[in-house]
């Protein structure tokens, strides 16, 4: 009864349309040596952004004048009496700098509850759809960071479609699957609350849940289908059998804890007989095959020893040694035989290149006596050592190594798949005196009624001790299977059970895999590798919750009733009445009308399906069933451990069914780590609960409350296609940079609270620096769109950590900060400004609110003018904006131009040495108080300049994008006029090219408004402290005519 969340929806890239109604659910990701890199990556670029308690990111060389004044401002400081102060343009929001996320968070979340904007926005979508299908099922319990890398990569790749468009034994079966319904729907509404805190967004009041009897009739039908196909047979063979469940399992139903310790043991058959091939026997009569084994429980169903052909063995005299042999090591774990202690002249059977490693082992003298190929040993028998019978030795697979044991195998094919193919080519029998809860029965003789994986294994070990069979004995540490979900060791265990032949469609598998798109490309490689060597599935549990397989068996015969007829009757009843009817309905009444006069001579399978078919069937009652949904999917995202799961059930469903793969591209993601590459235990104190960075723990000190959205960044940062990690610093880190790109979208706000849009300057009309600042903006967009659509969200991250935090407040922010403060309320050099930061702001909210939704809508909602979509509706919430659209006239920059640009902020950097070194000798305080010199060595380059400081536009002048009070662009360097310049430095150019670069005090007397030094300050009688810009500014007027110098 897994419960599932509805497929993700969006609407097609074509249409940048809403995406329509459809049910939907369902980081620090990077392996461990790229999350290191990440730490680096981090760690050095923060040097270079603002101050976290910066809100206007700004150049320390401006630190006082309009600049502080509007800091102030915005902290609410008291300012300075001026008597210009009201005439400056400070920036008003009322977007808060901090996140207040516990809070705002849930308001924003109400907002789009309340406003249905999910539903807007499905039924807004005219146009195709992208399905992003969710699963597999849910796990047992509160969400862990597993969890939430998985749903956050998923809503943020919906997010950017939208835009883009023990009691057990006393129950009953029902009262039984009532619980376990019970616990399953309660599962589901606690963890749907987690995942819309993580923001997720879906249609929760439609999720699909695989215990809803629409979801188990397309289940029926799947199955029914792959009988008719003749893909389903029913066999005994050994399969993973848990005693603590009482069932059979998967493979992708077992885990392999660290640490399991087995008993294994080194013992002695006695050969019997053997062909004519050298005279073993006469040679040697006391001969004996040495096995070794991890279960010696299994011994009891030995049917034949197996050696590989190609290998060469040894016959070999052991020889005691000079001391004796102690019965047990100091720690009393490795127990010796009295096979060692009591046999003499005796001789054995091992691979010979282990002999070396025996005698250390064993602490004995091995001497070889004969060498002999394993196809040699084929047909000699031996006794068996615990039955009174012969059994053979048979030729194995490549299975057969010399990399640990002897080089003899112990077979029993009831108990493993490669001793069962062994038996079957040999005719070997199935024996498995195991019960259903691990216990020795009738057939195992004096073992009978032992747990054979407590008592019953020692009681054997000891049986055989007796009979000096046993060589030794010793603890060996290796991975074995558990129980997924009672996480208590398994067995292999031959039992009657369904099956689905993987063989019968194999190839098509195979054919179908190669045309899935795989994210990463090795996980193809990795999948087929699974595909190709997989046995028949064992499809059957034997549970009585979950999915009934739908068959009868005849009471006497036990010959099984499963046709056309009967698997259609039960579906339209499951379909009706849910998987429960099987249970209380009568065999005469689950019968169709055929077959009821014989009803009394049959009774119902009592076997479930396994979960792994549940889920494995969602493409068929999910995709295939709901309106508006399409078969196949886009995209399956789920973690590695899917290869083995709910990728690989639902490939071979679907292919067995509909002969293709239910998804066109699979994204897989890997584990999430503590910040030292360690798995998260309780134990080790290293869990990161999601809930706990979201809300902050008891201790806000030590867990602080960063929000989802600071969650989501993580996700976000990290190359989810290997291992992540994730911790206290890490997030610490990712709520240092999502602070500061809040502050960098509250300047923006700030600095737009005039706007309106009739204010925008055409873009012919723009200053160059702001047309370069706009194909900086298209060309960003544009790779956040390229990465988007190839899942690439690191690539994101990366992009606005670098132009939306450092770029943009490092250069273009901090020189506009001077027209926006006091280059005059609708001056053309402030319009233009904010021309280039409208669309700045419009288009990083929209690019971030896949990734971070609560902020890009805080954004939003505090936007101070409406924005309009290009059907002239007004976007009321940011997902209603649509992606920005692409504009080519600005990506048509002149390449020239790009360059040119680049050299002037190498250029700037160069100068803010310079100015860097005049300040520490105390020549100036700020900038404003220094003339820059440049001398160019290349003429072409010298005209440029020259034409930057003569431009009438004074936006691209030299001096602003400096921030100085003049530039001066010196035609030849004369040592009269350098002598008179203090600080001096040059901008290296490629090739021999370079720029002299000097400074020395401002020349003329400083603006009381806007602090640069000017030689018009004076020249006005209204306003003799301002300079030309500002008494024009404060006038109101044009330039006016300069008064005469008293």
């Avoid at 003749?230 to 009482?246: L, N, T």
């Avoid at 053979?392 to 190594?401: A, N, R, S």
């Avoid at 055929?594 to 001579?601: F, I, P, Q, V």
């Avoid at 600005?890 to 390449?895: I, N, Q």
Wanted: with cysteine; hydrophobic share 35%; net charge neutral.
């Amino acid at each position: 009864m897994a419960s599932q969340m509805s497929s993700y929806k969006a609407m097609s890239l074509r249409s940048f349309s809403s995406f329509r109604k459809a049910p939907s659910t369902e980081i620090f990701n990077s392996r461990r040596s790229s999350s290191a890199n990440l730490l680096a990556f981090l760690n050095m670029t923060y040097c270079s952004t603002t101050s976290s308690n910066d809100l206007y990111p700004s150049s320390k060389r401006r630190s006082r004048g309009p600049v502080m004044a509007a800091k102030k401002a915005s902290k609410g400081e008291k300012q300075e009496d001026g008597k210009y102060k009201h005439t400056v343009d400070l920036p008003k929001t009322k977007f808060g700098m901090r996140a207040n996320s516990t809070t705002r968070e849930p308001e924003i979340q109400k907002l789009w509850e309340e406003n249905q904007v999910f539903k807007r926005l499905s039924d807004r979508n005219n146009g195709g759809s992208f399905v992003l299908h969710d699963g597999p099922p849910y796990a047992n319990g509160d969400l862990h960071m597993g969890h939430a890398l998985n749903k956050i990569l998923k809503d943020m790749i919906n997010r950017y479609k939208s835009l883009d468009q023990e009691s057990r034994k006393t129950l009953t079966p029902l009262k039984l699957r009532a619980k376990a319904a019970k616990f399953a729907k309660a599962t589901v509404k606690a963890q749907m609350a987690s995942f819309k805190r993580y923001g997720v967004w879906a249609d929760w009041d439609h999720p699909y849940l695989t215990l809803d009897p629409e979801y188990e009739a397309a289940q029926i039908e799947v199955f029914g289908e792959m009988v008719f196909q003749g893909y389903i047979f029913r066999g005994r063979k050994p399969v993973h059998w848990s005693p603590s469940s009482r069932t059979a399992l998967a493979e992708a139903e077992l885990e392999y804890p660290e640490g399991h310790v087995s008993k294994s043991m080194y013992a002695n058959f006695k050969v019997c007989s053997a062909p004519n091939k050298g005279g073993l026997l006469e040679l040697f009569p006391n001969l004996f095959l040495a096995i070794w084994t991890t279960t010696p429980w299994t011994i009891p169903a030995n049917a034949a020893v197996a050696v590989n052909a190609k290998l060469k063995y040894a016959v070999v005299e052991m020889r005691r040694p000079l001391e004796d042999i102690p019965t047990s090591s100091a720690d009393g774990k490795k127990m010796v035989g009295n096979f060692l202690k009591e046999q003499e002249n005796s001789f054995l059977i091992v691979a010979e290149d282990l002999v070396s490693t025996l005698e250390a082992k064993w602490g004995v003298e091995l001497v070889v006596k004969k060498l002999l190929l394993g196809s040699d040993l084929e047909n000699c028998r031996y006794n068996h050592p615990i039955e009174n019978r012969e059994c053979p030795v048979v030729i194995g697979g490549d299975y057969i190594t010399t990399e640990s044991g002897t080089g003899l195998v112990h077979t029993a094919p009831g108990h493993g798949q490669e001793d069962y193919v062994t038996g079957l080519k040999y005719g070997l029998p199935i024996f498995s005196p195991v019960d259903d809860d691990g216990i020795f029965t009738e057939e195992a003789g004096k073992f009978s009624g032992l747990d054979v994986l407590g008592e019953g294994n020692a009681a054997v070990i000891e049986y055989l001790d007796k009979q000096s069979s046993i060589i030794m004995v010793e603890p060996y540490k290796h991975k074995y299977p558990y129980d997924w979900r009672t996480k208590k060791p398994t067995i292999f265990r031959a039992t009657e059970q369904w099956f689905a032949s993987v063989e019968g469609f194999r190839k098509a598998v195979m054919d179908a895999i190669s045309q899935v798109k795989w994210t990463p490309s090795q996980a193809e490689n990795r999948i087929s590798a699974m595909a190709s060597g997989r046995s028949d599935w064992c499809i059957s549990r034997q549970r009585t919750w979950g999915v009934p397989i739908p068959v009868f068996y005849h009471v006497e015969t036990k010959e099984p009733l499963m046709n056309a007829e009967t698997i259609s009757h039960i579906k339209s009843i499951i379909s009706q009445k849910g998987s429960d009817a099987w249970w209380y309905m009568s065999v005469e009444e689950l019968l169709p009308d055929k077959y009821r006069g014989n009803a009394t001579e049959y009774e119902k399978g009592t076997d479930t399906m396994d979960v792994w078919f549940d889920s494995g069937s969602s493409w068929a009652a999910v995709l295939d069933k709901r309106e508006g949904l399409s078969y196949p999917a886009d995209l399956y995202l789920e973690g590695t451990d899917q290869h083995r799961g709910w990728f690989q059930s639902s490939l071979l469903t679907s292919v067995a069914t509909k002969g293709k793969a239910p998804y066109t591209g699979v994204i897989t993601h890997g584990f999430v780590l503590d910040e030292r590459g360690l798995k998260m235990s309780k134990s080790l104190g290293n869990v990161v609960d999601p809930i706990t960075v979201i809300e902050g723990g008891k201790n806000q000190g030590e867990a602080p409350s960063y929000g989802a959205d600071v969650l989501r960044l993580w996700v976000s940062s990290v190359d989810y296609t290997g291992d992540v990690l994730i911790g206290p610093q890490v997030l610490r880190q990712m709520s240092d940079i999502y602070r500061k790109l809040r502050g960098t979208l509250r300047f923006l706000l700030a600095n737009l609270h005039d706007w309106e849009t009739e204010y925008a300057i055409p873009y012919s009309d723009l200053p160059v620096i702001d047309q370069h600042a706009l194909f900086q903006l298209e060309s960003i967009v544009k790779n956040i769109k390229d990465s988007y659509e190839n899942y690439q969200f690191f690539k994101i991250f990366q992009t606005i950590q670098r132009f939306v935090i450092v770029d943009l407040s490092n250069f273009y922010f901090d020189v506009a900060k001077d027209r926006l403060y006091v280059g005059g309320t609708a001056s053309f050099t402030r319009r233009s400004c904010q021309t280039v930061l409208a669309e700045h702001l419009l288009s990083i909210a929209r690019v971030i609110a896949p990734i971070l939704p609560h902020l890009a809508e805080d954004v939003w909602q505090h936007l101070p003018f409406q924005h309009a979509t290009e059907d002239g509706d007004i976007a009321k919430f940011v997902f209603e904006s649509r992606w920005p659209e692409l504009n080519d006239k600005w990506l048509a920059f002149p390449v020239k131009e790009v360059e040119f640009w680049g050299k002037i902020l190498e250029l700037r950097t160069e100068v803010n040495r310079t100015l860097e070194a005049a300040r520490t000798g105390k020549l100036i305080g700020s900038s404003l108080e220094a003339k820059v010199y440049l001398h160019a060595f290349d003429e072409s380059l010298a005209v440029r300049l020259n034409e930057m400081c003569e431009t009438k536009n004074d936006a691209d002048t030299l001096h602003r994008i400096f921030i100085t009070s003049q530039v001066e662009i010196l035609s030849f360097l004369s040592d009269t006029r350098i002598e008179n310049i203090p600080y001096t430095g040059e901008y290296l150019m490629e090739g021999e090219k370079k720029i002299w670069i000097g400074v020395s005090r401002a020349e003329g007397l400083k603006c009381e408004r806007c602090w640069n030094f000017s030689h018009q300050v004076g020249s006005f009688v209204e306003h003799p402290t301002l300079c030309s810009r500002c008494f024009s500014a404060v006038d109101g007027q044009p330039m006016p005519a300069l008064a005469a110098a008293v």
